[in-house]
């Protein structure tokens, strides 16, 4: 399953569409790293409003492409998780291990994007 | 009520082990949150029915007495797990995983009940009750 990669400005959006199986997960992780590097992109969105569940399998997944991602600069933010999924995670134990930036919705998710990099470009250039 | 016997050999099969889970707790009243607690905890008992028991199989089906739920029971001839009380408690992984499976699916569910033995296997069986 080719899951599509989009570029928006300076980042990137992926929506986890439907249940991926580990393999899948693992090279969606590949991809989106390769897409980070060939594009230069300083941030990325993950959206995973279509999600029905977020096992810990996934969200050490989620976890780490975010902590790598964000190592190679692009600032990482996961959207859309269902309520359901997000009280879940926490009674399955996750809160320990969680340290994802996260926003209710992709448009959320944009904005606190694009104000990260306009006070980072801000910097730059004072 | 109605019973199925499936295989949880593959990651594929756990996605379709799921998703048979997520139906019949839909089918029998579970809310969305119940669903979500239900599904998850088959995701992680499924995986490490494949990761560390070399494959086994599942038995979901709805059950009633003066109250409704929904049993799933795991079996697999795997290796068993040596230390089961350290394994329960969370955070103990031989794997370098993060541990909360096994004590995840125990929070998410009503009832949870565990037999393994060393060479010959583990079984998990997890109820949920309707509220
Ligand atoms: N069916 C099984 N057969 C043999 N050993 C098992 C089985 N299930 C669990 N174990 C053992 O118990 C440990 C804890 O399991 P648990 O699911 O809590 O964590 P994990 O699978 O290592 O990591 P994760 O957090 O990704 O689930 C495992 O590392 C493994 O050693
Ligand atoms: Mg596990």
């Known amino acids: 399953m080719e899951i599509p990669i989009l570029k928006i400005e300076d980042f990137l959006i992926v929506s986890f569409q439907t249940e991926l199986s580990d393999d899948e997960i693992d090279k969606l992780r590949e991809d989106i790293l390769d897409k980070i590097k060939e594009t230069n992109a300083r941030g990325l969105i993950i959206d995973i409003t279509a999600l029905k569940i977020v096992d810990s399998f996934m969200a050490r997944s989620l976890s780490s492409i975010a902590t790598t991602a964000t190592l190679l600069g692009a600032k990482t933010v996961v959207v859309g998780m269902q309520p359901a999924v997000a009280l879940t995670l926490v009674e399955l134990g996750l809160r320990i291990k969680w340290n994802i930036q996260t926003a209710l919705n992709l448009e959320r998710g944009i904005n606190l994007l694009r104000e990260a990099l306009k006070s980072e470009k801000d910097v730059v250039y004072e | ?131």
Not at chain 2, 4 to 32: C, H, M, Q, T, W
Not at chain 2, 41 to 49: H, Q, T, V, W
Request: with cysteine.
């Open chain 2, 1 to 131: 009520m109605s019973e199925d016997k499936l295989p949880v050999k593959n990651e594929s099969d756990i996605i379709s082990v799921r998703s048979f889970g997520r139906n019949l707790a839909a089918n029998a009243g579970f809310g969305i949150v119940d669903q979500c607690r239900i599904t998850t905890a088959i995701s992680e008992l499924a995986r490490n029915a494949v990761v560390h028991g070399g494959g086994g199989s599942v038995t979901i089906k709805t059950i009633q007495n003066d109250k409704k739920g929904i049993e799933i029971i795991f079996r697999d001839e795997g290796p068993g797990i040596v230390n089961l009380e350290l394994a329960l408690k969370g955070g103990y992984s031989t794997v370098g995983g993060l541990g909360i499976g096994l004590s995840g699916a125990k929070r998410l569910m009503d009832e949870f009940q565990i037999t393994s033995s060393a060479g010959k296997g583990t079984t998990v069986i997890i109820r949920k009750w309707l509220k």
